[in-house]
């Protein structure tokens, strides 16, 4: 059973609660989350990217601009990742859409009805494979995922990092001081290998509203793959955030405004 952390304190935006709570996932490990409460049922999940938190500044950023809306919201620890409990592991893609089943399930059954899902980078691959393997979620906001998910790796993890792996079963990332920051095995990876977004975006339901948003001179993940989404989802709107990078550290504000924007103009952000 998921345990309240810690109960409301007063804060400069308009939101009635804030709780910390734990959840439980399928794995029985616990997930750390924080819970805004603004006085709407309607509640927005926020899911953090790859090797971050729900402290990332994005995640804070949006939950600070869909508060101040009246829009209430959770943000979440995927398991192994920040305050959650869990070993962290590379690849992990759908076991963290496992997670955030745990999550939906959960704060349905506290009658909160979750009107939407936001994922940045990695946590927008976990909302769109959510969306196409449960079909409960009207809107998903999906911020710079990455598509073509056999790319990006070597920037990682080294060149012939497939031979290295095969021969030692592992690659050890390590940090610029050569610290290991964390171990990737032939599992993990084929893990990532066998993720497939194309056969995920065909299976997302006509009814799910679809935002995709992408920085055009993201570093991390092109562009392209923000027009890979577009070309398969049915019910997708897509927008090219000029000059952004990957986590558009001078484009916070636009981000922010394009998500309120686009919730709102789907009935998203009524107190009832």
Known sequence: MAQPLSSAKPSDLPVISEQRILIPNKY??????????????????????????????????????????????????????????????????????????????YLSEQKHEIAAIIGHSKGGNVVLLYASMYHDVPIVINCSGRFALDRGIEGRLGKEFMQRIKRDGFIDVKDKTGKIEYRVTEDSLMDRLSTDMHAASLSIDKECRVFTIHG?????????????????????????????????????????????????????????
């Open 28 to 105: 029985g490990e616990k997930l750390a989350g924080v819970l805004h409460q603004t006085g709407s049922k309607k509640l927005v999940i926020l899911c953090h990217g790859f090797r971050a938190s729900k402290e990332d500044n994005i995640i804070v950023n949006l939950t600070a601009s869909l508060t101040s809306q009246g829009i209430s919201t959770f943000s979440f620890d995927f398991a192994g990742n920040g305050e959650s409990e869990g070993e962290f592991q590379y690849g992990n893609y759908r076991r963290e859409a496992d997670d955030l089943r745990a999550v939906i399930s």
């Open 216 to 272: 055009s001179e993201d570093e991390i993940i092109p562009v392209e793959d923000a027009l890979e989404f577009a070309k398969l989802i049915p019910n997708l709107k897509l927008h090219i955030v000029e000059g952004a990078n990957h986590c558009y550290s001078a484009h916070q504000q636009e981000l922010a405004s394009l998500v309120v924007d686009f919730l709102k103009s789907n009935q998203v952000g009524d107190a009832s």
